[in-house]
């Protein structure tokens, strides 16, 4: 059975920071391509960042980069997402992705709001 599990989300005031991880059973962790996702209320879920099997390559969207870095840890199975500079616009639900085995986990809340 294939878990993913968020962790450290809340909520945090404008400029401060968070960091997000999820871990992973049932899947072949290192062999996947794995994202940060985010759905806000009333909007598509969309991939924020992506980082390879490897951890060499990333991505951005545009509106993360400079601010946010995803990283994984292979032999925890873990991959994290460090957010700083946090606006309220970055307010969402945030979830960890394997979208090549087609899981998502359950997602957590990250409130960016004085």
């Known amino acids: 059975q294939v878990q993913l599990v968020e962790s450290g989300g809340g909520l945090v005031q404008p400029g401060g920071s968070l960091r997000l991880s999820c871990t992973a059973s049932?899947?072949?962790?290192?062999?996947?391509?794995m994202g940060w996702y985010r759905q806000a209320p009333g909007e598509e879920r969309d991939l924020v960042a992506g980082?390879?099997?490897?951890?060499?390559?990333?991505s951005y969207v545009e509106s993360v980069r400079g601010r946010f870095t995803i990283s994984r840890d292979n032999a925890k199975s873990t991959v994290y997402l460090q957010m700083n500079s946090l606006k309220p616009e970055d307010t969402a639900v945030y979830s960890c992705?394997?979208?090549?085995?087609?899981?998502w986990g359950q997602g957590i809340q990250v409130t960016v709001s004085s």
């Open positions: 980082i390879s099997s490897d951890g060499r390559s990333f």
């Open positions: 992705g394997a979208p090549h085995v087609g899981h």
């Open positions: 049932g899947i072949i962790f290192s062999n996947n391509f």
